[in-house]
């Protein structure tokens, strides 16, 4: 059974950073597909970094130059630095990974719980 669980988390103020850390177990984020999406309550979930199945990177263009997203394949744990955080960055942050479909398609399978992210002005 997927297990990702998300940490990193938390309120800062407008400028500053947070790191979130994705750890999977159950899956190795080596392969296929792997992101972090975003979503406010009663909101649709918003993709902001995907890692695609042929290692191409896709950002959200409100966070390009801010966001990075990384994995590392032997902790087997998924990262999303985020840098000059705005307040409408604030949001529930998810780990998710998936299934390469396509070149560039992901169907995406499993979902950590997410963690919150809060930026005040």
């Known amino acids: 059974q997927v297990q990702l669980v998300e940490s990193g988390g938390g309120s800062v103020q407008s400028g500053g950073s947070l790191r979130l850390s994705c750890a999977a177990s159950?899956?190795?984020?080596?392969?296929?597909?792997v992101g972090w999406w975003r979503q406010a309550q009663g909101k649709e979930r918003l993709y902001v970094a995907i890692?695609?199945?042929?290692?191409?990177?896709l950002y959200r263009d409100s966070v390009k130059g801010r966001f990075t997203i990384s994995r590392d394949n032997v902790e087997n744990t998924l990262s999303l630095q985020m840098n000059t955080l705005k307040p409408d960055d604030t949001d529930q942050y998810y780990c998710a990974a998936g299934t390469a479909v396509s070149a560039t398609g992901c169907q995406w399978q499993h979902w950590g719980r997410g963690t919150q992210v809060t930026v005040s002005s």
């Open positions: 890692i695609r199945g042929d290692g191409g990177i």
């Open positions: 159950g899956y190795m984020f080596s392969s296929g597909c």
